[in-house]
C-alpha cells in the first residue's frame, strides 16, 4: 500500500505578508501619518484632525518620519506599503459617498464619531480627546445595524420617556425655547401655544436643561461638484432623569421641516436617522450609490 504523502506532516507556511485587521486604535498624529502615507488630504469634519496637503508625488510622503516604524511593529505598515485594508478604510474615510456624523456628550466626556460609506464599504471612527478608534463595519450595513452599534457607545440603556409624541414647526419650537431661556415666558406658556401638553413640555425642558447624554447626528454627502452637502437639521437622542427622549426631522406635505418630539425608542431612533439622511438623498445606507469623486 502506498506511504502517506509526505506534505502532511510538513509544517504550516509561516505568514509574512500583512494579517487581516477589523480595527485599530492611533492616536490622532499616527492617523495624520496614516492618511498622509496614503495621500489622503482630510478626514470627516466631525472629527478634530490636521488635513494632509498631498502633491501627488508618493516619493514626497513622509516615509522617513519616526512614527512609520511605529506604525510597522503595530502591523499598520507592512515595508514601504501601508496595510491595503488600513489604506481602504482612510480612502473611505477621506473619500466617503455619505458620513452619517455624531456627537456624544455625556458629563464632561465628549465623542465624535464619523460613519462613512464609499461604494459597499463602510468604516467608522470613534475620537475621544487624543485616540481614535477605526473599525471596519462591513459591505452589507444598515441603518439599523448602524444604530445598533451606535447607541451602546452612548452608554446605559435608558427606557424611554412616558409621553405621547408630538410634531411642532421646527422655527416654532426653537422660538419657544429662546424665549424660555430669556426669561420672557413659562413654559407653560410658550409650549401650550404649541399644543403641548403638560408631560410633554416638562419633557421637552427637562431635554434642553438637564441632559445626562446628548447624541447629536447628521449626514454629509459630496453634490456633483464636490461640495459638501450637510442634512438641514439633526436627529438629537437625548438621556433625561424622565428617560429617553428623541427629536429629529420630519417634513409636512407643503415642504416645510417639523420636528418630531416622541419617547426615544430604538425603532423611532432608526427612523429618525433615515429622516436625516433622506435630506442628503440617501434614501438606503448601504444603496450602491457610486462614489462621485
Same mark, same amino acid.
Given at each position: 500500500?502506498?506511504?502517506?504523502?509526505?506534505?502532511?506532516?510538513?509544517?504550516a507556511?509561516?505568514?509574512?505578508?500583512? *494579517? @487581516?485587521v477589523?480595527?485599530?486604535? #492611533?492616536t490622532r498624529?499616527?492617523?495624520? !501619518? &496614516?492618511? +498622509? /502615507?496614503?495621500? $489622503?488630504? =482630510?478626514?470627516?469634519?466631525?472629527?478634530v484632525?490636521?488635513?494632509?496637503t498631498?502633491?501627488?508625488?508618493?516619493?514626497?510622503?513622509?516615509?522617513?518620519?519616526?512614527?512609520?516604524e511605529?506604525?510597522?511593529?503595530?502591523?499598520?505598515?507592512?515595508g514601504?506599503q501601508?496595510?491595503?485594508?488600513?489604506?481602504?478604510?482612510?480612502?473611505?474615510?477621506?473619500?466617503?459617498?455619505v458620513?452619517?456624523?455624531?456627537?456624544i456628550?455625556?458629563?464632561?466626556?465628549?465623542?465624535?464619531?464619523?460613519?462613512a460609506?464609499?461604494?459597499?464599504?463602510?468604516?467608522?471612527?470613534?475620537?475621544h480627546?487624543?485616540d481614535l478608534t477605526?473599525?471596519?463595519?462591513?459591505?452589507?450595513?444598515?441603518?439599523?445595524?448602524?444604530?445598533?452599534?451606535?447607541?451602546?457607545v452612548?452608554?446605559?440603556q435608558? *427606557? @424611554?420617556?412616558?409621553?405621547?409624541? #408630538?410634531?411642532?414647526?421646527?422655527?416654532? !419650537? &426653537?422660538e +419657544? /425655547?429662546?424665549q $424660555?431661556? =430669556?426669561?420672557?415666558?413659562?413654559?407653560?406658556?410658550?409650549?401650550?401655544?404649541?399644543?403641548?401638553?403638560?408631560?410633554?413640555?416638562?419633557?421637552?425642558?427637562?431635554a434642553?436643561?438637564?441632559?445626562?447624554?446628548?447624541?447629536?447626528?447628521?449626514?454629509m454627502?459630496?453634490?456633483?461638484?464636490?461640495?459638501?452637502?450637510?442634512?438641514?437639521?439633526?436627529?438629537t437622542?437625548?438621556?433625561?432623569?424622565?428617560?429617553?427622549v428623541?427629536?429629529?426631522?420630519?417634513?409636512?406635505?407643503?415642504?416645510?421641516w417639523?420636528?418630531?418630539?416622541?419617547?426615544?425608542?430604538?425603532?423611532?431612533?432608526?427612523?429618525?436617522?433615515?429622516?436625516?439622511?433622506?435630506?442628503?438623498?440617501?434614501?438606503?445606507?448601504?444603496?450602491?450609490?457610486?462614489?462621485?469623486?
Amino acid at each position: 500500500m502506498a506511504g502517506r504523502p509526505t506534505f502532511v506532516n510538513r509544517p504550516a507556511p509561516t505568514a509574512t505578508g500583512p *494579517q @487581516p485587521v477589523t480595527s485599530m486604535e #492611533v492616536t490622532r498624529e499616527a492617523l495624520w !501619518l &496614516l492618511q +498622509a /502615507l496614503c495621500g $489622503v488630504e =482630510r478626514m470627516p469634519a466631525v472629527l478634530v484632525t490636521r488635513p494632509f496637503t498631498d502633491t501627488g508625488d508618493p516619493a514626497e510622503r513622509p516615509w522617513g518620519h519616526p512614527g512609520v516604524e511605529v506604525l510597522r511593529e503595530k502591523g499598520l505598515v507592512f515595508g514601504d506599503q501601508v496595510h491595503p485594508q488600513v489604506r481602504l478604510w482612510m480612502e473611505s474615510l477621506g473619500a466617503p459617498d455619505v458620513v452619517l456624523a455624531a456627537m456624544i456628550r455625556r458629563g464632561g466626556q465628549h465623542l465624535r464619531l464619523a460613519i462613512a460609506r464609499r461604494g459597499e464599504v463602510t468604516v467608522s471612527a470613534i475620537q475621544h480627546e487624543d485616540d481614535l478608534t477605526v473599525e471596519y463595519l462591513g459591505h452589507s450595513a444598515t441603518v439599523s445595524s448602524l444604530v445598533d452599534r451606535l447607541l451602546p457607545v452612548c452608554g446605559p440603556q435608558v *427606557q @424611554p420617556a412616558q409621553f405621547d409624541a #408630538v410634531s411642532v414647526p421646527t422655527a416654532n !419650537l &426653537l422660538e +419657544a /425655547l429662546g424665549q $424660555v431661556a =430669556r426669561g420672557e415666558h413659562s413654559a407653560a406658556t410658550v409650549f401650550s401655544s404649541l399644543g403641548m401638553d403638560s408631560d410633554q413640555y416638562r419633557v421637552v425642558t427637562m431635554a434642553a436643561d438637564h441632559p445626562i447624554m446628548e447624541l447629536s447626528m447628521t449626514a454629509m454627502t459630496p453634490d456633483e461638484a464636490g461640495r459638501i452637502e450637510v442634512s438641514r437639521t439633526a436627529a438629537t437622542v437625548t438621556d433625561t432623569a424622565l428617560g429617553r427622549v428623541l427629536t429629529g426631522p420630519i417634513r409636512s406635505d407643503n415642504g416645510s421641516w417639523w420636528t418630531l418630539i416622541t419617547p426615544g425608542t430604538t425603532a423611532a431612533i432608526k427612523s429618525s436617522v433615515s429622516a436625516v439622511l433622506g435630506m442628503v438623498g440617501i434614501r438606503e445606507w448601504n444603496d450602491g450609490t457610486p462614489h462621485r469623486r
